[in-house]
């Protein structure tokens, strides 16, 4: 009989007190970077030790993943989050002295000490609870920025709060038995690291699960109106016998009537055709004729295109076949095949990280056109403007009449954006994200979790007399929520040349 397999579990208070007691030889290192991760709330801190030897502590707070422990990963610049807890935590550890650690008895949290420019720094990192928390606190003992504020029944932690443990709620759980043999810390990171691993692949399959499924049902559309498209050309012998009719009895019509009666073609009656009274019969007949022979030409096309729907969505089937169900191993190998063969027929984007940015020279921008500029994901140029007079000039000068115009919702200020579209595209969902989150960040409602943000095509947006600079009249307006996504942000600003954070 197969034993059941171990429930994922973050490090218990004894797995974490012998973590903090194999990196006491850090302290005296100096803090070289603080970084937040876009993975949960997780921090990272490069400390270098004198003689150059460089460290990298991983504080991952809460949840099955809960730990502190030293790490051999290296993490790109798409996985560092930028933010203003962040930002703010990196800015106050800036050229930090790390001074103590310290584990709390029984406890799953710990406490690192610091001695910085502004006075004595303390990071407290709590392990326990869905989420757990980090909370950098000042000499005083009070919040100076946190992971996420805690407003509950039974604690209160916001930023300018004197720090205290949540109030205990009854005899602590039995301690699990151990699961790492001294030197815990490599251990800590191998098992981990597996799990963090495994759940990314997870993460990445149901990514691709859902771009499947999206694609699809946009195939179902198309394959539907293709069917409902054929089902016209079978309209053109129909067209045709009624063009011959109209010439055949042409001279039984008198000027301007607006209906001809004629005998059926197999001798059992009379039929009537409506007519246009402004027209003669001959020219009807012929027009007849004329959308019999698009619809004859059209059906070669559409039977063309339908076998491709079909086929392409025989081909989404066996890749969603393919994808292991929930909580299946994921084979790291055969996750870019899928990757690949979805981007083949087109459900998700083709990647274009292995083109390296500098390898293409960017054409200067005509004088007074130094636009901020990104690139969606589906690699259409974004632009937001710098300031009233540039949102103006971005507006009503260089935008084209089919390129989409966002703004935030609300009346409160901020940047014009256009997303610029060749002739007859549409732009994603995904791309309108992309231009809303822009939108939020370059507005006054920077940093909120939520905002409308509303969008028009740019032939909508007009600018009556007497409008100050940046205001314009759109119409024709649909809004979508976008929800902050540090991820989806760090990609654009990355996307965007010198000052795109501005």
């Not at 930028?82 to 703010?88: I, K």
């Not at 055969?334 to 083109?355: D, F, H, N, V």
């Not at 231009?435 to 947006?461: D, N």
């Amino acid at each position: 009989m197969t034993a059941p397999a171990e429930v994922p579990r973050g490090l218990s208070a004894g797995e974490l007190a012998a973590a903090v007691a194999e990196l006491q030889p850090l302290v005296g290192a100096r803090v070289l970077e603080a970084i937040g991760l876009t993975n949960h709330d997780d921090l990272l801190l490069v400390l270098q030790q004198e003689g150059g030897h460089k460290h990298f502590l991983h504080v991952a707070p809460g949840g099955p993943r809960a730990r502190v422990t030293l790490t051999a990963r290296r993490f790109g610049k798409d996985a560092r989050r930028r933010g203003t807890a962040t930002d703010l935590l990196a800015r106050e550890l800036a050229d930090a002295e790390l001074r103590w650690i310290a584990a709390s008895d029984g406890e799953r949290r710990c406490q690192f000490g610091f001695a910085t420019p502004a006075g004595d720094r303390r990071l407290v990192v709590e392990l326990f609870g869905s989420r757990g928390l980090w909370c950098l606190c000042d000499s005083e003992g009070k919040a100076l920025v946190l992971s996420r504020e805690v407003v509950t029944a039974v604690r209160r932690l916001r930023p300018g709060d004197a720090y205290a443990p949540p109030p205990a709620a009854g005899a602590p759980p039995p301690e699990p038995p151990p699961r790492f043999a001294a030197p815990v810390l490599a251990a800590i990171d191998a098992h981990f690291g597996e799990l963090d691993q495994t759940a990314d692949l997870r993460a990445d399959v149901d990514a691709l699960r859902r771009a499947a499924q999206r694609a699809l049902g946009k195939l179902g559309h198309k394959v539907e109106g293709l069917a409902r498209q054929l089902a016209d050309t079978d309209r053109a012998a129909q067209l045709r016998s009624t063009a011959d009719l109209m010439l055949a009895y042409a001279h039984t019509v008198r000027r301007g009537a607006d209906r001809m009666t004629v005998p059926d073609v197999d001798g059992g009656g009379s039929s009537t055709i409506e007519l246009d009274p402004s027209k003669p019969v001959m020219p009807q007949a012929q027009a007849l004729y004329e959308k019999a022979r698009r619809l004859e030409d059209g059906r070669a096309i559409a039977e063309r295109r339908l076998q491709e729907a079909q086929a392409q969505a025989a081909a989404l089937h066996e890749v969603l076949r393919q994808l292991p169900a929930d909580g299946a191993e994921v084979p790291a190998a055969a996750l870019a095949e899928w990757r690949g063969a979805l981007e083949g027929l087109g459900a998700i984007p083709k990647a274009t990280a292995s083109r390296p940015r500098a390898a293409t020279k960017a054409k200067a921008p005509p004088p007074g056109e130094n636009f901020r500029r990104f690139v969606s994901i589906e690699g259409y140029q974004i632009l937001v403007g710098r300031n009233n007079e540039q949102n103006d000039r971005l507006t009503m000068r260089v935008a084209n009449g089919n390129d989409l115009w966002l703004h935030v919702g609300g009346g409160r200020p901020g940047s014009h954006v256009v997303i610029r579209l060749p002739k007859n595209k549409t732009a994603s969902l995904e791309t309108l994200l992309d231009a809303g989150t822009l939108a939020v960040h370059f507005s006054k409602a920077r940093g909120e979790h939520r905002i409308e943000v509303v969008y028009t095509h740019k032939k909508h947006v007009r600018k009556p007399k007497g409008l100050p600079a940046g205001a314009v009249v759109p119409s024709q307006t649909r809004s979508l929520t976008v929800h902050l996504d540090p991820g989806r942000l760090r990609r654009l600003l990355d996307s965007g040349g010198d000052d795109a954070d501005g």
